[in-house]
C-alpha cells in the first residue's frame, strides 16, 4: 500500500502505485486485496475502496475488495 486516505465520512480509500503492465495485471489485483485484508482491522472507520494507481497514464483502476 502506497498511501491511505481517509474522506469526511470516515471511510478510507487504499491506493498502490504502478507503471507499465503491473497496472492491469491480476497479481497487483491481488495484492491490493492483501494489503486490504491487512490493514481493515485497524481503520478506524470502513475500507470502503482501493485502487492502482498507473502512474505512467495517469489513471485509477479500482479493485473490487
Known amino acids: 500500500c502506497d ?5 469526511a465520512n470516515g ?3 487504499l ?3 504502478k ?3 503491473a497496472a492491469t495485471n491480476e497479481t497487483s489485483h491481488q495484492q ?4 486490504a485484508r491487512l ?3 485497524y481503520l478506524n472507520g470502513p475500507l470502503v475502496s482501493a485502487g492502482l494507481v ?3 497514464n495517469g ?3 479500482p479493485v473490487d475488495l
Open 59 to 61: 489513471k485509477v483502476i
Open 32 to 35: 491490493v486485496r492483501f494489503y
Open 39 to 41: 490493514i481493515a482491522p
Open 19 to 21: 507503471t507499465g503492465e
Open 11 to 13: 471511510g478510507w480509500q
Open 3 to 7: 498511501v491511505l486516505l481517509q474522506d
Open 15 to 17: 491506493y498502490d502505485w
Open 54 to 56: 498507473d502512474v505512467e
